[in-house]
Protein backbone atom coordinates (compact mmCIF):
# COMPACT_ATOMS: atom_id res chain seq x y z
CA UNK A 1 0.00 0.00 0.00
CA UNK A 2 0.37 3.58 -0.72
CA UNK A 3 1.79 6.03 2.35
CA UNK A 4 0.22 8.97 3.20
CA UNK A 5 1.96 12.23 3.41
CA UNK A 6 1.04 13.22 7.30
CA UNK A 7 1.27 17.02 6.65
CA UNK A 8 -2.20 15.73 4.42
CA UNK A 9 -3.46 13.44 6.54
CA UNK A 10 -3.39 15.81 10.13
CA UNK A 11 -6.01 18.00 8.03
CA UNK A 12 -8.49 14.59 8.21
CA UNK A 13 -11.65 14.98 10.33
CA UNK A 14 -16.47 10.37 11.55
CA UNK A 15 -19.54 7.00 12.33
CA UNK A 16 -23.03 6.43 13.77
CA UNK A 17 -24.86 3.41 15.19
CA UNK A 18 -28.28 3.12 15.16
CA UNK A 19 -29.99 1.07 18.56
CA UNK A 20 -33.35 -0.37 17.46
CA UNK A 21 -35.70 -2.00 20.11
CA UNK A 22 -36.33 -5.21 19.97
CA UNK A 23 -39.74 -6.27 19.29
CA UNK A 24 -42.44 -8.36 21.23
CA UNK A 25 -39.60 -7.29 24.39
CA UNK A 26 -41.36 -5.50 27.08
CA UNK A 27 -38.86 -2.76 28.87
CA UNK A 28 -38.97 -2.90 32.87
CA UNK A 29 -39.31 1.05 33.61
CA UNK A 30 -36.74 2.16 36.03
CA UNK A 31 -38.62 4.99 38.56
CA UNK A 32 -37.40 8.27 37.78
CA UNK A 33 -35.97 8.42 41.65
CA UNK A 34 -33.58 5.68 40.94
CA UNK A 35 -32.81 6.68 37.57
CA UNK A 36 -31.63 10.10 38.87
CA UNK A 37 -29.60 8.09 41.83
CA UNK A 38 -28.22 6.55 39.31
CA UNK A 39 -26.84 9.08 36.85
CA UNK A 40 -25.68 11.40 40.48
CA UNK A 41 -23.40 8.33 40.68
CA UNK A 42 -21.98 8.48 37.32
CA UNK A 43 -21.63 12.30 37.57
CA UNK A 44 -19.44 12.21 40.90
CA UNK A 45 -17.35 9.75 39.13
CA UNK A 46 -16.95 11.50 36.32
CA UNK A 47 -15.57 14.61 38.47
CA UNK A 48 -13.11 15.86 37.68
CA UNK A 49 -13.56 15.19 33.88
CA UNK A 50 -10.07 16.27 33.17
CA UNK A 51 -7.94 17.16 35.50
CA UNK A 52 -4.32 18.41 34.00
CA UNK A 53 -1.37 20.46 34.26
CA UNK A 54 0.89 22.07 31.59
CA UNK A 55 3.25 20.02 30.11
CA UNK A 56 0.88 16.94 29.96
CA UNK A 57 1.57 14.84 27.06
CA UNK A 58 -0.57 12.43 25.43
CA UNK A 59 1.18 10.04 22.80
CA UNK A 60 -1.09 8.54 19.80
CA UNK A 61 -0.63 5.93 17.13
CA UNK A 62 -2.37 7.36 13.89
CA UNK A 63 -3.61 5.15 11.07
CA UNK A 64 -4.70 6.58 8.14
CA UNK A 65 -6.36 5.16 5.08
CA UNK A 66 -7.83 6.69 1.78
CA UNK A 67 -10.08 4.67 0.07
CA UNK A 68 -10.24 5.87 -2.96
CA UNK A 69 -7.01 8.18 -3.50
CA UNK A 70 -7.89 10.44 -6.49
CA UNK A 71 -4.59 10.63 -7.78
CA UNK A 72 -3.65 6.90 -8.16
CA UNK A 73 -7.40 5.66 -8.14
CA UNK A 74 -6.26 3.23 -5.54
CA UNK A 75 -6.33 2.67 -1.95
CA UNK A 76 -3.45 4.50 0.14
CA UNK A 77 -2.85 3.72 3.79
CA UNK A 78 0.05 5.18 6.72
CA UNK A 79 1.04 5.03 10.00
CA UNK A 80 2.72 8.02 12.14
CA UNK A 81 2.44 9.29 15.35
CA UNK A 82 0.74 12.64 17.05
CA UNK A 83 1.03 14.26 20.56
CA UNK A 84 -1.14 16.76 22.42
CA UNK A 85 0.24 18.52 25.19
CA UNK A 86 -1.56 20.90 27.76
CA UNK A 87 -0.15 24.19 27.59
CA UNK A 88 -2.49 25.86 30.24
CA UNK A 89 -4.17 28.97 29.84
CA UNK A 90 -2.77 30.89 27.17
CA UNK A 91 -4.52 34.09 25.11
CA UNK A 92 -5.70 32.94 22.07
CA UNK A 93 -5.77 36.45 20.02
CA UNK A 94 -8.27 38.64 18.30
CA UNK A 95 -9.49 39.82 21.71
CA UNK A 96 -10.42 36.25 23.18
CA UNK A 97 -10.23 35.82 27.00
CA UNK A 98 -7.61 32.83 28.01
CA UNK A 99 -8.79 29.37 26.91
CA UNK A 100 -7.10 26.18 27.74
CA UNK A 101 -5.26 25.36 25.01
CA UNK A 102 -3.93 21.56 24.07
CA UNK A 103 -1.38 22.32 20.97
CA UNK A 104 -1.60 18.96 18.54
CA UNK A 105 1.70 18.23 16.38
CA UNK A 106 3.42 15.44 14.06
CA UNK A 107 6.06 15.12 11.94
CA UNK A 108 5.92 16.86 8.95
CA UNK A 109 2.29 18.23 9.52
CA UNK A 110 1.62 21.61 11.22
CA UNK A 111 0.96 21.88 14.42
CA UNK A 112 -2.64 23.11 15.72
CA UNK A 113 -3.91 24.34 19.06
CA UNK A 114 -7.46 23.52 20.19
CA UNK A 115 -8.86 25.72 22.44
CA UNK A 116 -11.41 24.51 25.02
CA UNK A 117 -13.01 25.44 28.48
CA UNK A 118 -12.30 22.97 31.40
CA UNK A 119 -14.74 23.03 34.20
CA UNK A 120 -14.66 20.28 36.89
CA UNK A 121 -17.79 18.44 35.12
CA UNK A 122 -17.74 19.57 31.75
CA UNK A 123 -15.81 20.01 28.18
CA UNK A 124 -16.39 22.87 25.66
CA UNK A 125 -14.80 23.02 22.32
CA UNK A 126 -14.12 26.62 21.52
CA UNK A 127 -12.04 27.12 19.06
CA UNK A 128 -8.57 26.47 17.27
CA UNK A 129 -5.72 27.93 15.33
CA UNK A 130 -2.44 27.21 13.70
CA UNK A 131 0.95 27.88 14.66
CA UNK A 132 2.90 29.30 12.24
CA UNK A 133 7.10 27.64 11.53
CA UNK A 134 8.43 30.00 13.83
CA UNK A 135 6.28 29.72 16.61
CA UNK A 136 4.03 32.42 16.17
CA UNK A 137 -0.06 31.99 15.59
CA UNK A 138 -2.45 32.55 13.05
CA UNK A 139 -6.00 34.37 13.74
CA UNK A 140 -8.04 31.90 15.59
CA UNK A 141 -10.92 30.39 13.74
CA UNK A 142 -13.71 30.31 16.69
CA UNK A 143 -17.08 28.97 16.91
CA UNK A 144 -19.68 31.22 17.43
CA UNK A 145 -21.24 29.08 20.14
CA UNK A 146 -19.14 26.52 22.55
CA UNK A 147 -19.58 22.90 21.33
CA UNK A 148 -20.77 20.24 24.26
CA UNK A 149 -17.95 17.33 24.43
CA UNK A 150 -18.27 15.74 27.22
CA UNK A 151 -20.28 16.35 31.11
CA UNK A 152 -19.83 14.11 34.04
CA UNK A 153 -23.39 11.48 34.63
CA UNK A 154 -23.20 10.79 30.60
CA UNK A 155 -25.08 7.44 29.66
CA UNK A 156 -26.75 5.69 26.82
CA UNK A 157 -28.83 7.74 25.35
CA UNK A 158 -28.03 11.21 26.24
CA UNK A 159 -26.66 13.64 23.38
CA UNK A 160 -26.05 17.07 23.65
CA UNK A 161 -27.47 20.08 21.87
CA UNK A 162 -26.97 20.18 18.33
CA UNK A 163 -24.84 23.80 17.85
CA UNK A 164 -25.30 25.24 14.05
CA UNK A 165 -22.13 27.18 13.17
CA UNK A 166 -21.97 30.73 11.83
CA UNK A 167 -26.15 30.26 11.69
CA UNK A 168 -25.81 28.06 8.96
CA UNK A 169 -28.47 25.07 8.26
CA UNK A 170 -25.81 23.51 6.31
CA UNK A 171 -22.82 23.85 8.99
CA UNK A 172 -23.56 21.67 12.25
CA UNK A 173 -22.56 19.26 14.76
CA UNK A 174 -24.10 17.52 17.47
CA UNK A 175 -22.98 15.07 19.99
CA UNK A 176 -24.42 11.53 21.67
CA UNK A 177 -23.58 8.96 23.74
CA UNK A 178 -23.59 5.01 22.78
CA UNK A 179 -22.56 3.80 25.96
CA UNK A 180 -19.85 2.79 28.96
CA UNK A 181 -17.67 0.35 27.66
CA UNK A 182 -13.82 -0.85 28.34
CA UNK A 183 -11.72 -0.39 25.34
CA UNK A 184 -7.82 -1.89 25.20
CA UNK A 185 -5.36 0.51 23.17
CA UNK A 186 -1.33 0.08 23.18
CA UNK A 187 -1.50 2.08 26.80
CA UNK A 188 -3.69 -0.32 28.40
CA UNK A 189 -7.45 -0.97 29.12
CA UNK A 190 -9.89 1.78 30.41
CA UNK A 191 -13.20 2.23 31.21
CA UNK A 192 -14.48 4.80 28.88
CA UNK A 193 -17.76 6.51 27.83
CA UNK A 194 -18.19 6.46 23.91
CA UNK A 195 -19.36 9.32 22.31
CA UNK A 196 -20.41 10.02 18.46
CA UNK A 197 -19.87 13.14 17.35
CA UNK A 198 -21.73 14.30 13.69
CA UNK A 199 -21.85 16.75 11.58
CA UNK A 200 -21.98 18.49 7.78
CA UNK A 201 -20.09 21.31 5.91
CA UNK A 202 -22.42 21.71 3.15
CA UNK A 203 -21.29 18.64 0.94
CA UNK A 204 -18.96 16.92 3.27
CA UNK A 205 -20.20 14.93 6.00
CA UNK A 206 -17.72 14.57 9.22
CA UNK A 207 -18.11 11.59 11.83
CA UNK A 208 -16.09 11.10 14.94
CA UNK A 209 -16.41 8.54 17.53
CA UNK A 210 -14.15 9.03 20.89
CA UNK A 211 -13.31 6.87 23.77
CA UNK A 212 -13.08 9.08 26.50
CA UNK A 213 -12.02 8.19 30.13
CA UNK A 214 -13.54 10.32 32.81
CA UNK A 215 -10.19 11.67 34.23
CA UNK A 216 -7.46 10.59 31.73
CA UNK A 217 -8.88 11.97 28.50
CA UNK A 218 -9.48 10.76 24.82
CA UNK A 219 -8.08 7.05 24.64
CA UNK A 220 -9.53 6.19 21.23
CA UNK A 221 -10.82 8.55 18.27
CA UNK A 222 -12.24 7.55 15.10
CA UNK A 223 -13.00 9.67 12.29
CA UNK A 224 -14.77 9.57 8.76
CA UNK A 225 -14.66 12.01 6.36
CA UNK A 226 -17.32 11.70 3.34
CA UNK A 227 -18.08 13.98 0.46
CA UNK A 228 -21.59 13.24 -1.22
CA UNK A 229 -22.15 10.00 0.91
CA UNK A 230 -18.49 8.39 -0.16
CA UNK A 231 -15.87 8.03 1.99
CA UNK A 232 -12.36 9.73 1.52
CA UNK A 233 -10.46 9.48 4.49
CA UNK A 234 -10.59 7.35 7.20
CA UNK A 235 -8.47 8.01 10.88
CA UNK A 236 -8.05 5.54 14.23
CA UNK A 237 -5.79 7.27 16.91
CA UNK A 238 -4.94 4.94 19.68
CA UNK A 239 -3.21 6.46 22.99
CA UNK A 240 0.14 4.88 23.00
CA UNK A 241 1.02 6.82 26.66
CA UNK A 242 1.07 9.73 29.22
CA UNK A 243 3.28 11.92 30.62
CA UNK A 244 2.57 13.61 33.32
CA UNK A 245 2.83 17.34 33.60
CA UNK A 246 5.22 19.87 35.28
CA UNK A 247 2.89 22.62 35.82
CA UNK A 248 5.05 24.57 33.73
CA UNK A 249 5.10 24.86 30.27
Not at 27 to 45: D, F, I, M, R, Y
Request: proline share 8%; hydrophobic share 35%.
Amino acid sequence: MKSVDPSSAAKLVLASLLLFPIPGCRKTETPPSLQKEEVNGLAQEDIPVLPVAAGQRWLYQVTIENPQDSRSGGQTQGKFERSRIYRGKIDPGNGRPSADCFEVSAAGAKTMREFVQLEAGEILLLGQAEVEPQGGQKPPIWFEHPIPFFRAGLSAGDSMPMTVLKKDKNLWRGTRVIGRETVTVPAGSFNVVRLQMFGVDGRVSLRKTYWFAPGKGIIREEKVREVDGKPVMIETDELISVEAGTGEF
